[in-house]
Every structure is written in structure tokens, then in C-alpha cells.
């Protein structure tokens, strides 16, 4: 029988499944999951010493890689936040106003297109002579045929519906968010607006001839 025991192969090492699962939270595309990867993993050295598993290595490899991307993906989630989630939530309502109001860099900055100065002032002055100055822009839901949407030759945009609370009328509008374009690169700003008027007519900046 001492024989027969001597004979049989040791029991076969388990691999971790802690350093696995550090392992797939290390290349997260979150902050916060790359960041819970480095408590994993330490966990995961812990579980290879005292439970006598393999992952060593890999445990290792996870936390290299979560100290290396992590930093990357929170500077990624806070740019995204701030040039375009943000926007996209509280609207071009702005830089529209600043526009009636007389300051325009902002709203012929994004423009694309050949608009003038002189059409930004007459496309604003009839916005205040119709509704007013705009307040603010409700975000609305956008519909399933307006996802973003990428063309080689104009960038990456998507169509955004809003309501517009202007003085004297609530409007319903659509703004066009410009994420990039091949010339500019990142732009993440609003570039083209579409109001609808009562007679079902759209007042469209930049003008038809203009915009690209």
C-alpha cells in the first residue's frame, strides 16, 4: 500500500482565479475597473502563497498593466465627460446667446462651412426678432436613427434634439455636436443648428449654400 502511494503523481497546482479575474479587469476600458484590478491582484499574489496555485506571473503582469492604464483611461473618462457629455447635456444654449448678444467667436468658431460674420448676424438677429434671447436647452430623447454617425471626408457628429426656451417661445430645434473632423481633428462643439418655425419652415445655420 506505502508503495502504491509512493507511485501516485502529486496533486496538480489549481491556477487562481484571482489572477485571472485581475488579469481581465487590467485591460478595462473604466478607471474604475482597472483600478479595482491592483487590489485583485495583490489578492491574487496572496491566494498563489498561501493556497499553493500558479498565476504568479499573470498576477504580476495585472498589475503592471492597471498601473500603466489606469491613469490613461481616467484622463480619457474625464476629457470625455467634460468636452462631451457635458455639452451634450446642457446644450448649444450659450453660445447661441452670446451670440445675439454680440459675441460671436464662439458660435463662428465651430462653424463649418463658408458662413460670413454677416450671415452669423443676419441668422441671429432674426432668431431675437422671432423668439427672443434663447435662455436655455432641454435635452430630448434622441431618436434611434439619429445615433453618431462617422464619414471619412465631414468627421464623426451626431444630430441632437432639444427644446429651445427662448424670451418669448419654447422652439423645438436640433443641433449638430461635431466630435472630429479630418481637417481639425478633435472638435467637440456644436456646428450646425436647425430650428423648427410654426409655418413648418427650418431656420438652418449655417445657410444652405454654406454648409458643406
Known amino acids: ?41 495583490l489578492w491574487a499574489l496572496r491566494d498563489v502563497s498561501r493556497n499553493g496555485r500558479y498565476g504568479r506571473r499573470l498576477a504580476i503582469v495585472a498589475l503592471v498593466v492597471a498601473v ?16 462631451v457629455r457635458v455639452p451634450l447635456q446642457s446644450g448649444p444654449a450659450q453660445v447661441i446667446a452670446d451670440g445675439q448678444r454680440g459675441e460671436m467667436t464662439g458660435f463662428l468658431a465651430a462653424a463649418t462651412g463658408e458662413a460670413t460674420t454677416e450671415q452669423a ?55 449638430r455636436f461635431l466630435v472630429s473632423d479630418p481637417t481639425r481633428g478633435w472638435v467637440t462643439a456644436f456646428d450646425r443648428f436647425e430650428f423648427d418655425r410654426k409655418d413648418r419652415a427650418i431656420m438652418q445655420w449655417p445657410p444652405k449654400d454654406s454648409a458643406p
Do not use: H
Open 1 to 41: 500500500m506505502t508503495e502504491q502511494n509512493d507511485a501516485m503523481p502529486p496533486p496538480r497546482k489549481r491556477l487562481s482565479a484571482w489572477a485571472v479575474l485581475s488579469m481581465v479587469l487590467a485591460v478595462g476600458m473604466c478607471p474604475f475597473v482597472t483600478a479595482a484590478a491592483i487590489p485583485v491582484g
Open 121 to 175: 448676424q443676419a441668422f441671429l438677429k432674426e432668431l431675437t426678432q422671432k423668439w427672443g434671447i434663447l435662455q436655455s436647452t432641454r435635452l430630448l430623447e434622441v431618436p434611434a436613427d439619429d445615433e453618431p454617425v462617422y464619414d471619412g471626408a465631414t468627421g464623426w457628429w451626431i444630430w441632437v434634439p432639444y427644446e429651445a426656451m427662448f424670451d418669448q417661445a419654447a422652439v423645438p430645434m436640433r443641433a
Open 68 to 83: 500603466i492604464v489606469t491613469p490613461i483611461t481616467t484622463f480619457g473618462a474625464l476629457w470625455w465627460n467634460k468636452r
